[in-house]
């Protein structure tokens, strides 16, 4: 009876110091940086999804952005919709002129200051599939944009961030701690994580912060279903016979049953879950190291990629087509 009473308190005990330390935790992070106004906030990827909600938000809260657009319509709509103090810029992370000129453009705004935040957020996520069906060409064009241009955009503007002492934000993916499907959309945002940590670490001696946003599955271009059904299809239709025989004919339907099963029915139209850590990210005075918007990524994707990897395979081979050749 005593033994009961004294594990009932030990639990008590150690309930009550986690909800201590959430409290000083909640409380700790609800300080934010002063004078948002004279802060220029460097986005990419601003022409949908995460960067324009982030643009138009940051806009509204009296930072200084500069949105930089992969297209010039992405860059109009912008415009329509925020303040004079947005700018807007074109950027397309694969080319070192680009990179080179939207900084040059940074750096005559932001002068002695510096740049407060950059947020690496321009991403693509096909093509996707099994690893058999790629070649190298195919991994290369993702690597490039979601890993080869994200650290580009970087170094072209850490002597500003470092002025400023300010932030890197890095968008990766719960697909950067858990390899769930073929193809290169996960080894890139696995490079983005590697890339995040180094910089941390050799940053912090400068007094910049480095943070890295690890979203779950949600409703925008890049989760978009008719996108990655005609990934499917147009990675099928480049398959030799040889593929397509251990694949089986309907295998590109039975994907895309999968893909609406497993993807469709766990996305999250509140992009707002994202846009907040990012904003807190770049806000705060005690941002987090990482960020998991998302149910899915809280309560599935993070804690699975803990677990051994006998474990995760069981849980997401079957979530995926099999091959018609299966071995059981
Ligand atoms: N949605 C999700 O479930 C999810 C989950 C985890 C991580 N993420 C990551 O979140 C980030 C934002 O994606 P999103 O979901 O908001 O999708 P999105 O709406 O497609 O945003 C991606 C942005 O990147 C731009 N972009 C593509 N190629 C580019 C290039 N070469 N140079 C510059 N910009 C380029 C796109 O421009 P265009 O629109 O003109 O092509 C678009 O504005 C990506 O890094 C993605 O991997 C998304």
């Given at each position: 009876m005593e033994a009961q009473f004294c594990c009932c308190e030990m639990f008590l005990c150690v309930l009550g110091l986690l909800a201590l330390w959430f409290l000083f935790r909640w409380y700790r992070e609800l300080a934010t940086v002063p004078n948002k106004e004279d802060k220029y906030v460097y986005i990419t990827g601003c022409d949908s999804g995460f960067g324009k909600l982030l643009a138009k938000h940051l806009d509204k809260l009296g930072f200084r952005v500069i949105a930089a657009c992969y297209t010039e319509k992405g860059e109009?709509?912008?415009?329509?919709?925020?303040?004079?103090?947005?700018?807007?810029?074109?950027?397309?992370?694969?080319?070192?002129?680009?990179?080179?000129?939207?900084?040059?453009?940074?750096?005559?705004?932001?002068?002695?200051?510096?740049?407060?935040?950059l947020v690496n957020n321009a991403g693509i996520s096909v093509p996707s599939g099994p690893c058999d069906w790629m070649t190298i060409e195919d991994y290369k064009p993702m690597l490039d944009v979601n890993l080869g241009g994200l650290i580009a955009v970087t170094l072209s503007v850490l002597p500003l961030i470092k002025?400023?002492?300010?932030?890197?934000?890095?968008?990766?993916?719960?697909?950067?701690?858990?390899?769930?499907?073929?193809?290169?959309?996960?080894?890139?945002?696995?490079?983005?994580?590697a890339f995040n940590d180094s910089l941390r670490m050799n940053m912090?001696?400068?007094?910049?912060?480095?943070?890295?946003?690890?979203?779950?599955?949600?409703?925008?271009?890049?989760?978009?279903?008719?996108?990655?059904?005609?990934?499917?299809?147009?990675?099928?239709?480049?398959?030799?016979?040889?593929?397509?025989?251990?694949?089986?004919?309907?295998?590109p339907e039975r994907a895309n049953a999968m893909l609406k099963k497993n993807v469709l029915n766990w996305l999250d139209a509140d992009l707002m879950k994202v846009v907040n850590c990012m904003t807190h990210a770049i806000s705060a005075v005690h941002p987090r190291t990482r960020y998991s918007p998302g149910w899915d990524a809280k309560f599935v994707w993070l804690p699975l990629s803990y677990m051994p990897s006998w474990l995760s395979d069981k849980v997401l081979i079957p979530k995926v087509a099999q091959p018609k050749v299966a071995v059981h």
């Open positions: 109009d709509e912008l415009k329509k919709v925020s303040s004079d103090r947005l700018n807007t810029v074109h950027l397309d992370v694969v080319s070192t002129h680009s990179v080179d000129k939207a900084t040059a453009f940074i750096k005559s705004l932001v002068g002695e200051k510096g740049l407060w935040a002025k400023a002492r300010g932030r890197v934000v890095n968008v990766a993916s719960v697909f950067g701690r858990l390899s769930a499907f073929g193809g290169p959309y996960c080894v890139s945002k696995f490079g983005v994580e912090t001696a400068f007094g910049v912060k480095v943070l890295c946003i690890e979203p779950g599955f949600f409703k925008t271009s890049v989760t978009d279903i008719n996108l990655l059904r005609l990934n499917i299809l147009t990675l099928w239709n480049k398959q030799p016979e040889e593929i397509k025989e251990q694949y089986g004919d309907d295998y």
